[in-house]
């Protein structure tokens, strides 16, 4: 990993890729930005599209990032600027319970003024994952076979990962 400087991390919701940002920031120590905190606005209003490009773009053209979040209409951008993806591939179940589990908990990765809530159009969007947001990533990883990814399947995949990163 230490080769790499400008790393994304995608994956479902609930499946840990703020936490791994976080601890691969520490490790590594390349700044880590939250896809959520520069998106949502006070009352779950996303920042307009444009205001979201300009500023992923100023983020990029840094010599090294760690950017973790989905956006499907930012994730060409992150595609095509990244060195390698990390992809938490993991269950439907285990990202649920992991959503259920973080709500109404303050998160550093989440803008402060929003409250995480029951949300059954949420946990659909969890539970279709697989059907939706994971063909768009897989599209991308496609679309770009250059980059290499990093695909973890289990929540122990990823603690490995973390306490075996070569530095």
């Given at each position: 990993?230490?080769?790499y ?11 840990g ?13 390349i ?28 983020i ?7 950017i ?100």
């Amino acid at each position: 990993m230490k080769s790499y400087r400008k790393i994304i991390i995608v994956g479902s919701p609930g499946s840990g890729k703020s936490y791994f940002a976080k601890v691969l920031s520490k490790l590594t120590r390349i700044p880590v930005y939250h896809l959520d905190m520069i998106n949502w606005k006070p009352n779950w209003q996303p920042t307009p599209r444009e205001e979201l490009r300009k500023t992923l773009n100023e983020i990029m053209d840094n010599d090294e990032w760690i950017i973790d979040g989905n956006y499907s209409g930012t994730m060409e951008d992150r595609f095509k600027r990244a060195e390698v993806v990390c992809f938490l591939d993991l269950p439907a179940e285990v990202c649920l319970e992991s959503e259920r589990k973080r709500r109404g908990k303050k998160r550093d990765d989440l803008p402060n003024y929003l409250e995480e809530k029951d949300d059954p159009d949420f946990e659909e969007y969890i539970m279709n994952f697989q059907d939706t947001g994971k063909i768009r990533i897989l599209s991308m990883i496609e679309k770009h076979p250059n980059i290499p990814v990093i695909t973890f399947k289990t929540r122990d995949e990823v603690n490995a990962y973390l306490n075996n990163i070569d530095l």
